[in-house]
């Protein structure tokens, strides 16, 4: 099936930030609400989840494992291929704890072939991983993030734009696009974002990156056909969030749009972002699962527990 040309969209320059509320994506903080959400609370919550000693499964061609880091980091595994999507094992993002313990160590890491970087915000794209990583060979990340990376000890760095696509040996990745932004500073309005379709031994797995739901999805389902989809389900209250996130109730639509087979929830519990209860997504999601017949379609991982595909 041919995809469509591969293309970026257009970007628009921002003015200047007049106030705390010009920072953020949806000009909802003040400094004592984002204070008090984010940062006090998260203070005052104990972290919780614990390191595993991972026990990788012994995989026959045609199968995939994929493990749940946490947030929206993952290890995805093939009988000959290791692949790590947005690693992010830091306790701290400045102010911002982390909630919950990374399902595994980096020491625990099988060695890296590939990883994949939806975009350069440091939730997703986090330099001091990168740099502990045992010098994965190959980086795919999209357009205008490359020069972040080339001092990480990647063997070979490549940029994507959307719907583009990079092949090698027998598997191959595509940009997809998302409803998002990519900007690390406040300058840096060039660089891109998206989500990941990896393409390997008959399987293709979806990651989303962060995104707002749009009709985008239905054009990914219709050229990519992904079997298993990572998909965000945090940070989308108050609703004004959901200009950049989604939700539980539109990750199930947005499964549907895909016409995926199984929905795995990311993005989640580990960071507090926005002002619902850390366990609310999940608890939610299961629920319309549920209702929309599709309890048996949702693997909600546990970090650092293998699930084979």
Same mark, same amino acid.
């Given at each position: *099936?041919?995809?469509?040309?591969?293309?970026r969209?257009?970007?628009?320059r921002?003015?200047?930030?007049?106030?705390? %509320?010009?920072?953020t994506? #949806?000009?909802?903080f003040?400094?004592?609400t984002?204070?008090?959400?984010m940062?006090? !609370?998260?203070?005052?919550t104990?972290?919780?989840?614990? @390191?595993?000693?991972? /026990?990788?499964?012994?995989?026959s061609?045609?199968?995939?494992a994929?493990? $749940?880091i946490g +947030?929206a980091?993952?290890?995805?595994?093939?009988t &000959?291929?290791?692949v790590?999507? &947005?690693?992010n094992?830091?306790n701290?993002?400045?102010?911002? %704890?982390?909630?919950k313990?990374s399902?595994?160590?980096?020491e +625990?890491?099988?060695?890296?072939?590939l990883?994949l970087?939806?975009h /350069?915000h440091?939730?997703h794209f986090?330099?001091?991983t990168?740099?502990?990583?045992?010098?994965?060979?190959?980086?795919? *990340?999209p357009? =205008?993030?490359?020069?972040?990376?080339y001092?990480?000890?990647?063997a070979r760095v490549?940029e994507?734009?959307?719907?583009?696509?990079f092949? @090698?040996? &027998? $598997?191959k990745?595509?940009l997809t696009?998302c409803? @998002?932004?990519? #900007?690390?500073?406040?300058?840096?309005?060039?660089?891109?974002y998206g989500?990941f379709?990896?393409?390997?031994q008959?399987?293709?797995?979806?990651?989303a990156?962060?995104?707002?739901?749009?009709?985008?999805?239905k054009?990914i389902? !219709?050229?990519? /056909?992904?079997?298993? #989809?990572?998909?965000?389900?945090?940070?989308? @209250?108050?609703?004004?969030?959901r200009?950049?996130?989604m939700?539980?109730?539109?990750?199930?639509?947005v499964?549907k749009?895909?016409?995926?087979?199984w929905?795995?929830? *990311? +993005?989640? =519990?580990t960071?507090?972002?926005?002002?619902?209860?850390?366990?609310e997504?999940?608890? $939610?999601?299961r629920m319309l699962?549920?209702e929309?017949?599709?309890?048996?379609r949702? %693997?909600?991982?546990?970090?650092?527990?293998?699930?084979v595909?």
């Open positions: *099936m041919q995809k469509p040309t591969p293309y969209p257009l970007s628009s921002q003015p200047i930030p007049r106030s705390f %509320k010009d920072l994506p #949806a000009n909802h003040n400094p004592r984002f204070f008090r959400e940062v006090w !609370k998260a203070l005052l104990r972290r919780t989840g614990q @390191h595993r000693q991972p /026990a990788f499964p012994k995989l061609y045609g199968q995939v994929v493990t $749940w +947030h980091s993952f290890l995805v595994q093939f &000959d291929l290791n790590l999507i &947005d690693p094992f830091a701290w993002l400045f102010l911002l %704890k982390r909630i313990r399902g595994l160590k980096i +625990h890491l099988p060695p890296i072939d990883v970087l939806t /350069a440091f939730d986090h330099k001091p990168l740099r502990r990583l045992p010098h994965p060979k190959i980086g795919v *990340m357009w =205008g993030v490359g020069d972040l990376a001092d990480l000890g990647f490549v994507l734009e959307w719907w583009e696509s092949s @090698h040996r &027998d $598997w990745v595509t696009p409803k @998002h932004w990519g #900007a690390r500073t406040l300058r840096d309005h060039h660089r891109g989500g379709v990896l393409e390997h008959g399987r293709r797995i979806y990651h990156g962060d995104s707002a739901y749009f009709d985008g999805f054009e389902g !219709k050229n990519c /056909a992904p079997e298993i #989809a990572l998909l965000p389900i945090g940070a989308y @209250h108050p609703d004004s969030f200009s950049v996130h939700g539980p109730d539109e990750a199930i639509r499964f749009d895909l016409r995926a087979r929905l795995v929830p *990311m +993005h989640y =519990g960071f507090r972002l926005s002002f619902e209860d850390l366990d997504p999940p608890r $939610w999601l699962a549920e929309e017949g599709l309890t048996q949702l %693997k909600v991982l546990e970090e650092g527990v293998p699930q595909f």
